[in-house]
């Protein structure tokens, strides 16, 4: 994971930091979302002047607004990368889900999320997680390996087969076989 080389605070977005990675990269990253959900952070919600005094802290490994309040560089770059669409695009996730031939509510059964994130996600307003990209991609092999088993079955005769009766299925009552006298 690449290190923080310097920060500063957006001032033309809210709860948004502008970062310098060692790699030679830069990125606006949103945190609002981390801010709002985590009451580690309850103290920069309530004093969003607190959020401005955002430093780098030691190493570059985290961002640091108090002894007790950071942020750590893995959770932003995952955050720098999501936001930028490098994990998946708003257009690879729709395609993925044409591809698939899913509704939006059966994508979002398929990925265990609601409906309106993934017409969010489809439509660029919100970044897709990479829980989410890597989801897809799980769902695209399990949908190529029955595929191939598929394939292996009817190539081996297989699909021709006939299935057996379980005992006591499909067949007639012992009542009706034996012969009337």
């Known amino acids: 994971m690449p290190r923080i080389v310097a920060v500063k605070v957006d001032g033309r977005k809210p709860w948004t930091l502008r ?4 790699n030679g990269e830069s990125s606006r990253v949103d945190v609002s979302g981390h801010i709002g959900a985590y009451k580690l952070y309850q103290p920069l919600r309530q004093a969003p002047e607190l959020f401005k005094s955002a430093r780098l802290g030691d190493l570059g490994t985290d961002i640091v607004w108090s002894d007790e309040i950071d942020m750590s560089a893995d959770t932003l770059w995952r955050l720098a990368q999501e936001q930028a669409g490098a994990t998946m695009s708003a257009g690879e996730f729709k395609s993925w889900r044409e591809r698939r031939a899913y509704t939006l509510d059966t994508a979002a059964r398929a990925l265990g999320i609601g409906r309106r994130m993934v017409a969010y996600y489809e439509q660029g307003e919100k970044p897709i997680p990479r829980v ?5 991609r799980a769902l695209d092999a399990d949908g190529q390996r029955l595929s191939r088993q598929k394939v292996e079955v009817s190539a081996g005769g297989g699909a021709h087969a006939k299935p057996r009766a379980k005992p006591g299925k499909g067949r007639a009552p012992k009542a009706a076989m034996r012969k009337k006298a």
């Open 19 to 22: 970062l310098e990675w060692n």
């Open 132 to 136: 989410v990209a890597l989801a897809t």
